[in-house]
């Protein structure tokens, strides 16, 4: 009897908090709240502002739960309401839904992006807006402890120029050129022999002693062109990186999608022939491969000599028939990967970003084979368009990084 009275209890509250996080044996209804505040508090920090129909979508919560825990939090003071207004779901006509956010609160945070070439750090507010930054050219791919030293010492002098100092700081979102495991936090040995065995979030927490959160370049690419770029206000996106390298950021239904243990968008490394080049990753025929900057590069060395990125994209703006031929190629071969991605996951925007994401021919490229070889319905959704942040993607995505762990976790806030 007491074992049914229990069992009917349970899905009594199942009834209840529908469309909650059910509750766990052993945790209070307050735990219940609390754990609800953060999954909405989660979302705005890595979305921005966003209605509470959005916030619905974003959190599997129900609209009652929403309503209610948003005005919990307002009252609190830790969500505030926008004089932004968003446009109605799916288009549709009627009054525009009122924003939400997170209260703008005291204390900096800093964002430092490392690519294979280059270190780039800034100081900015708990709104986002960049109060200082500094950039260093180097090598990174074969030195990870020398690194994240000059990581570490540049960072020291930005903050210094804003008359703070690093231990003043709240979070640090940091930004590296290769997937990070989320099991053991540690970076893919194989794409940065440099960095092999090493878990860079942890390491550079303990130089700045700060909390430090790190992801990916192509993931935090997506979060910035999403929350300020070229796919604001989009659902469903991919974001794709050309450069150095070639790698993918997946935001699905609003929230950044990294997979079980991190690698999900790695569409470099999805092999596209069977004789193709030995990949760093160590599998032969990678699509990065094909369509990598320096492989490109390479292909156009015989005509043109030595050329650079920046002459390339020179030559792409003077419409030089060859440089054009090269890109808008290596764009359809990434189009014809990417159209797979956009019939499964059925996406509103495809980003492309990255140094080569400046050329049009190469974006050209991808709009035009992801039309002919995506489903027709999936064709007809996406929008493929460039980046609008350009090379500092990386940099703001690191800087919204800290800012959302920040409003998770905001012990030094």
Known sequence: MQKAQSRGGFYCALRTYRGTVPPVPGHTLDDLRAANRRAVTSALGDMG???????????????????????DLIESGAVAETDDRARPHKGGSGRPPVLVALAVRPGQVAGIDIGHHHVRVAVADR???????????????SHGERTLEQAF?????????TGGRVPDLVWAGLCVPGPIDRRSSRLDGGVL???????????????????????NDANLGAVAEHRQGAAEGASDLIYVK???????GLVLAGRLHRGATGIAG????????????????????CLE???????LLEMLRPAYGDLDVTGLLALDAAADPGAQRVLNDAGHAIGRSLAGLCTVLNPDVVVIGGSLGASDSLVRGVQTAVEHFA?????AAVDVRPGRLGHRAELVGAVALAIARAEQYPLRG
Do not use: F, K, N, Y
């Open 242 to 248: 050309v450069a150095s390298g070639l790698g993918a």
């Open 375 to 379: 489903q027709p319905d999936a064709a």
């Open 127 to 141: 709104a986002g807006t960049i109060l200082a930054e500094d950039q260093t050219e180097t090598d990174t791919d």
């Open 289 to 295: 491969t094909e369509v990598s900057a320096l492989r």
């Open 153 to 161: 010492s540049l960072l020291e002098r930005v903050v210094a120029s």
């Open 266 to 285: 790695e569409v470099g490394h999805v092999p596209v022939r069977d004789d193709g080049l030995v990949c760093r990753c160590g599998a032969r025929g």
């Open 193 to 215: 022999p440099g960095w092999r065995g090493m878990a860079p979030g942890v390491e550079m927490q303990e130089r700045l002693g700060i909390p430090v959160a790190v992801d």
């Open 49 to 71: 502002p966003m209605s509470r129909a959005d916030l619905v979508r974003a959190t599997g919560l129900s609209a009652t739960t929403i309503s209610s825990l948003v005005a």
